[in-house]
């Protein structure tokens, strides 16, 4: 299992950003899917996440900031970011959740100027 994050990048603030995690591997059932991330200087936190029958949870920093959604059939897990902040700078990760283990993603790099 690989997982692959893109569509990071410099974005303003107030500005948006869409984060796309691709994975490779034969998987059936996947589980949770979701998005952290990793300030520097800061522990990895959570973002968002989505169990495999659409239910959603997210930090309290981002809620009704961002929308996160899955491709069941194309085994693709989406992080939508809207009125973005700078404290939102940060490495982010997705995390895969598969047959009782996490798979990660190597991190993309979001950055927001003020």
């Known amino acids: 299992v690989q997982l692959q994050a893109s569509g990071g990048g410099l974005v303003q603030a107030g500005g948006s950003l869409t984060l796309s995690c691709a994975t490779s591997?034969?998987?059936?059932?996947?589980?949770?899917m979701g998005w952290y991330r990793q300030a520097p200087g800061k522990q990895r936190e959570l973002v968002a996440s989505?169990?495999?029958?659409?239910?959603?949870n997210y930090a309290d920093s981002v809620k009704g900031r961002v929308t996160i959604s899955r491709d069941n059939r194309k085994k693709t897990v989406i992080l939508q970011m809207n009125s973005m902040k700078p404290e939102d700078t940060a490495v982010y990760y997705c995390?895969?959740?598969?047959?009782?283990?996490?798979?990660w993603g190597k991190g993309t790099l979001v950055t927001v100027s003020s």
């Open positions: 591997g034969s998987m059936v059932r996947v589980g949770t």
């Open positions: 995390k895969v959740h598969y047959n009782a283990m996490d798979y």
């Open positions: 989505i169990t495999s029958g659409g239910d959603r």
